[in-house]
């Protein structure tokens, strides 16, 4: 054998029992030792389950071996049990339910979850048989696919239990009970989308707790440095003259300022009030208007009036005026036409043209002479009464024309309502509600009347999930006990006893902290009202404040050039305090970071250790074993792990045959014995309905005899 051949299967054999000396505690099965000679090197798959399966909030404590070594019961359970973390209506245990009925809602599951089987298993028949009985290649992907995606399938699972719609017949949704009940569902449905819309948008919108804390603490620290800074300034202006007294015509005067500010800001809300109350009164008046003029003219015969002169209009419109216009327009079509047809005319066509017409006119106006020459004395009151119908006959025109227009003016003013009436409701304005608009009203009321009975169902569903919180909060608070006591053991095992009570008592100082902000907020409420309560003291004071003012009038040029010195110093001072809180605040974080980094390199030192430690005493064994297994001495090579496993797997394969002989026997003898079986118990039936018979005929024999003596007859119950 070639050197080297020879050192790779020394090297290979010395792998092997390292990897079963790493797993000494666990007792491997036949078909898994197998698997060690077979193919030493896991599957990334089967290793990514093992990982997810043993962070939370599982807790398995898994390695391969165990995980692999599972039976089909136990991984549909542990399938069972994902599924239920991803869900919790599938938590059950699977010993309780038939095999059919665990693999329907698994797969129903699975199909709300929008699971796809891998590209091996395209028959669902296939997949279905295989999550009956537990097989691995089935249950190792769908485990792989859930675990990876696992905050993913949560919220869709939950939304599943709200979006999922129920599919009703077409001829059980003509009854009108059932299609307002189906409107109502889908209205709830579309309510739900909308919320849960609002409710990510708000989780996404930036805004986090952290921030607003550091905000909260940013914030105390510039309260901090305000009260000192105003320390110090009462402390230098305590030497000032009269400096209570100017310090408090100083409040008063910055009191009357905020005052006037917030006195200035009513006046403008209360116009602004006026100003839409006006608009109000305006449009109010304008519909009164309206209404009276409808109750003026409301009687039948009133309407009815108003009804046939508009019929009247209507058909003259139609029978007259819009037959001769439309007479007069097609024949000037015409004419436009055959001018458009006609070839191009010059300036001498047009006045030949000119002159026909001029001529044509003259012979018109001589028939017309001869003509009333002729029927003068006959046709004379005719003419007047042809005249006067032209007249009127005009007139009638004219009129109509002014009415249709005062129809379109009217039609125009009322879209300009309607545009003005839009612009003032944009404007918050109020309407008087009329029929239409009270049908409306109504219909709304009833629309919010079932969004509330929806909210009230919906608060029944929130009180019922509420018990089965309280009751998960009864289980974690009994977790929590337990995880605290092994927290304990861990603490005083790694010698840092009490960094969770420590910790704990951070939590609380924060809450007492929280306290006493709320409390500060009250306070500031009183402070609140004693202000309003100091405003009216110095409303009532103000006029003995006149004389007050004249002297600070003197001192205000005092203020002033003092005001200027202390916005130098102020400004002087500020940036010193900027500098000096810059460096300290970078001194603090390289401190903490350098901190920080020891601890993390004194814990890597230790882990580092331990497992150089672990790793000697597995080298050692693992040297050991290879002395054993290379020795000359054959006594020392039956010590050897790998002939202890080899015989334990003869043994386990002769005990294997052994089984397998006797289920042989078994199913030979099954059939003769269940038929002997079920004639014992036919045997047994027979005896027990002869006893029965037997035990009857006995009572009837004893109850109900005759006994004659003497003559007598005697019925003896």
């Known amino acids: 054998m070639h050197p080297s051949q020879e050192f790779y299967g020394i090297q290979r054999f010395t792998d092997f029992i390292t990897s079963v000396l790493l797993c000494e505690s666990f007792p491997l099965p036949l078909f898994l030792l197998q698997d060690c000679f077979q193919d030493p090197i896991m599957s990334d798959q089967i290793k990514s389950i093992v990982e997810k399966l043993n962070k939370e909030p599982f807790k398995k404590n898994y390695n391969l071996i165990t995980f692999d070594s599972l039976e089909s019961m136990q991984l549909l359970q542990l399938l069972n049990d994902v599924?239920?973390?991803?869900?919790?209506?599938?938590?059950?245990?699977?010993?309780?339910?038939?095999?059919?009925?665990t693999a329907k809602r698994m797969l129903s599951l699975l199909g709300i979850l929008k699971y796809k089987p891998p590209g091996s298993i395209t028959d669902l028949s296939t997949f279905r048989q295989g999550l009956v009985i537990g097989s691995k290649p089935v249950i190792h992907p769908v485990l792989h696919w859930l675990l990876q995606r696992t905050n993913e399938l949560k919220k869709r699972a939950y939304l599943a239990r709200f979006l999922i719609k129920l599919e009703v017949p077409a001829e059980f949704l003509q009854d009108d009970t059932v299609a307002d009940t189906n409107k109502q569902y889908e209205d709830l449905m579309e309510a739900f989308k909308n919320l849960h819309k609002e409710c990510e948008q708000l989780k996404t919108s930036g805004f986090s707790t952290a921030e607003i804390r550091r905000d909260i603490t940013a914030m105390e620290e510039e309260k901090d440095q305000l009260i000192k800074r105003v320390e110090r300034l009462k402390k230098r202006v305590e030497t000032v003259q009269n400096h209570q007294r100017m310090l408090e015509i100083a409040r008063q005067l910055r009191v009357e300022k905020e005052r006037e500010e917030s006195l200035a800001q009513q006046k403008q809300e209360q116009k602004n009030q006026l100003f839409h109350a006006e608009q109000r009164l305006q449009r109010v008046q304008l519909q009164l208007k309206d209404m009276q003029h409808a109750v003026v003219d409301s009687?039948?015969?009133?309407?009815?009036?108003?009804?046939?002169?508009?019929?009247?209009?209507?058909?003259?419109?139609?029978?007259?005026?819009?037959?001769?216009?439309?007479?007069?327009?097609?024949?000037?079509?015409?004419?436009l036409q055959k001018v458009v047809s006609e070839p191009a005319m010059g300036q001498s066509d047009l006045n030949e043209l000119e002159t026909k017409i001029n001529e044509v006119n003259a012979q018109i106006n001589q028939l017309i002479e001869k003509r009333m020459m002729k029927y003068e004395p006959i046709d004379s009151k005719f003419s007047m009464y042809r005249q006067q119908a032209s007249i009127i006959s005009r007139k009638k025109e004219a009129k109509a024309e002014e009415l249709q227009a005062a129809k379109e003016e009217m039609s125009n003013m009322e879209r300009q309502m309607l545009q003005k009436a839009n612009?003032?409701?944009?404007?918050?304005?109020t309407e008087v509600l009329k029929g239409d608009e009270f049908k409306r009203y109504v219909n709304k009321l009833r629309s919010k009347n079932t969004f509330y009975k929806k909210k009230r169902l919906e608060i029944a569903e929130i009180t019922a999930e509420y018990g089965i919180l309280q009751r998960t909060e009864e289980l974690l608070k009994q977790r929590h006990e337990a995880i605290q006591q092994q927290l304990q053991a861990i603490e005083d095992k790694k010698g840092i006893s009490g960094y969770s009570y420590t910790q704990e008592e951070l939590e609380r100082v924060s809450a007492a902290k929280s306290e006493m902000d709320e409390m500060k907020g009250r306070t500031l409420d009183n402070m609140s009202e004693m202000v309003k309560k100091l405003n009216a003291m110095v409303a009532d004071k103000k006029s003995s404040l006149a004389p007050i003012i004249k002297e600070l009038r003197q001192l205000r040029q005092n203020c002033q050039e003092l005001t200027q010195e202390c916005d130098g110093k102020k400004v002087q001072y500020d940036s010193c305090a900027a500098g000096l809180e810059s460096n300290r605040s970078t001194l603090e974080q390289e401190v903490k970071g350098l901190r920080e980094e020891c601890i993390q390199e004194e814990s890597c030192y230790h882990h580092t250790n331990c497992m150089k430690k672990n790793l000697e005493v597995q080298l050692q064994r693992a040297k050991d074993e290879m002395k054993t297994y290379v020795s000359p001495d054959p006594q020392d090579r039956r010590k050897a792990i790998r002939e202890q496993y080899t015989r334990m797997i003869l043994e386990q394969e002769n005990l294997g045959k052994k089984l397998r002989e006797k289920q042989k026997a078994v199913r030979e003898s099954h059939g003769p014995n269940m038929k002997q079986a079920k004639m014992w118990r036919d045997f047994e039936q027979l005896m027990e309905c002869k006893r029965e018979c037997f035990l009857k005929q006995q009572n009837q024999i004893s109850v109900g005899q005759v006994i004659q003596e003497g003559g007598e007859d005697r019925l003896v119950l």
């Open 83 to 101: 599924l239920g973390e991803i869900d919790p209506k599938h938590v059950v245990d699977i010993r309780e339910e038939m095999p059919e009925q």
């Open 299 to 335: 009687k039948p015969e009133s309407l009815m009036k108003r009804l046939e002169e508009e019929i009247k209009f209507n058909s003259y419109l139609c029978s007259e005026k819009f037959p001769r216009e439309l007479d007069s327009k097609k024949q000037s079509l015409y004419f």
């Open 423 to 429: 612009q003032a409701r944009e404007l918050d304005g």
